[in-house]
């Protein structure tokens, strides 16, 4: 009952949003967007944080409208009808979107030193539980968790820069 | 459990960003009932602390999409998925190959095919103008290729200007350059 779970949260990813897109002024279609998705996820696979995934959707779904907008804009400076053409570009298909989304995340894979790379394609790609990425590459548990930490710190602060980018 | 999402990412203290990911870790491996408890006893220490782990959750659940890329056809899990290829060698002094070929070869040409034509002071010079698609081979078997107008080298004395265009240069060294300018 993934959206019973979801919905509550709508005002807080609202201002989360808001705090770190302050260039866009409506989310309301991306908002709808990120729950759509979520939901069709949560049927196919099981989400062990739904909300930090919802939230995740949504976060991608504005860098990837940013940059769009940024580079409609560079092309077709100084066209009379470039407002249409991004209005456009707003609403592309949900395919074409998720291609761009592939690639954020890749560029933040690869951002990675190596065997936290490695260690994430492993357990996001593959699902390989702790212990059997630990046999793989031989390494301890251990090392394991404080490579994911340690990734997870470099992603955080990726998508930070994007961000910022972006905005 | 409050709201996290308001709380600006950049106000996150170091210890707090470290701890943070350590438990979004701990968490994805499983915590023990005592880590359970320390979780919520740091958690309850400080409402930020929330909200910094709730980012950094945020950035690990950003790639739950990712099976998607799962190679449906390679069995054994490969860890190097997403590894960037290095550019080879090759490619990597291509640009230079080339430009000390077309030197090489510019240098050749005005060794054997200056002819003055003027009086002392002042000269042109047609360095070389090959017949189209016609093969020159040199001492060493090395060949080129020169199209219509393909060299013209004009100038004064020490001051020259050469232009090479259309030409096809195959070394006859193993492994040398084959270069097309």
């Known amino acids: 009952m993934v959206p019973d779970e979801l919905y509550p949260h709508e005002a807080m990813l609202r201002a989360w949003l808001a705090s770190r897109f302050p260039s866009i002024s409506d989310f309301e279609d991306l908002i709808q967007e990120a729950y759509v998705r979520t939901v069709k996820r949560s049927r196919n696979k099981h989400l062990t944080a739904p909300k930090a995934f919802l939230f995740a959707i949504a976060r991608n779904l504005c860098i990837d409208i940013l940059r769009r907008d940024k580079v409609i804009r560079f092309e077709f400076l100084g066209e009379l009808d470039s407002l249409a053409v991004i209005d456009k570009v707003k609403g592309i298909p949900e395919r074409v979107i998720d291609k761009e989304d592939y690639e954020i995340l ?16 492993l357990r996001k790609v593959y699902g390989l539980p702790l212990k059997q990425i630990a046999d793989e590459l031989n390494i301890s548990v251990k090392t394991v968790e404080s490579q994911i930490s340690i990734g997870i710190k470099k992603t955080r602060e990726h998508f930070m820069k994007l961000q910022d980018e972006v905005s | 459990m409050s709201d996290p999402g308001n709380k600006s990412p950049s106000s996150f203290s170091e210890e707090q960003i470290e701890q943070a990911s350590q438990w979004v870790a701990r968490h994805e491996r499983g915590l023990s009932e005592e880590e359970t408890r320390a979780f919520e006893r740091w958690l309850s220490e400080n409402p930020i602390n929330e909200a910094c782990f709730f980012e950094h959750q945020v950035a690990w659940a950003s790639f739950d999409v990712m099976d998607e890329w799962k190679p449906a056809y ?17 490619r990597k002094f291509a640009p230079y190959g080339r430009l000390a070929a077309a030197v090489l070869l510019g240098f050749f040409l005005l060794q054997i095919s200056l002819q003055k034509t003027g009086d002392a002071e002042m000269f042109v010079a047609t360095i070389y103008r090959s017949q189209t698609n016609e093969k020159h081979f040199l001492d060493d078997g090395s060949s080129f290729q020169a199209g219509d107008k393909t060299f013209k080298a004009s100038g004064e004395m020490g001051l020259r200007d050469i232009r090479i265009a259309e030409a096809v240069y195959k070394s006859a060294a193993k492994g040398g350059v084959s270069v097309e300018v």
Not at chain 1, 107 to 118: E, F, G, H, N, Y
Not at chain 2, 78 to 85: A, G, V
């Open chain 2, 74 to 90: 390679i069995s054994p899990p490969n860890p190097d998925l997403f590894e960037s290829k290095p550019k080879s060698m090759w």
């Open chain 1, 106 to 121: 890749t560029k933040a894979i690869q951002s990675l030193p190596k065997k936290c790379r490695r260690i994430f394609t």
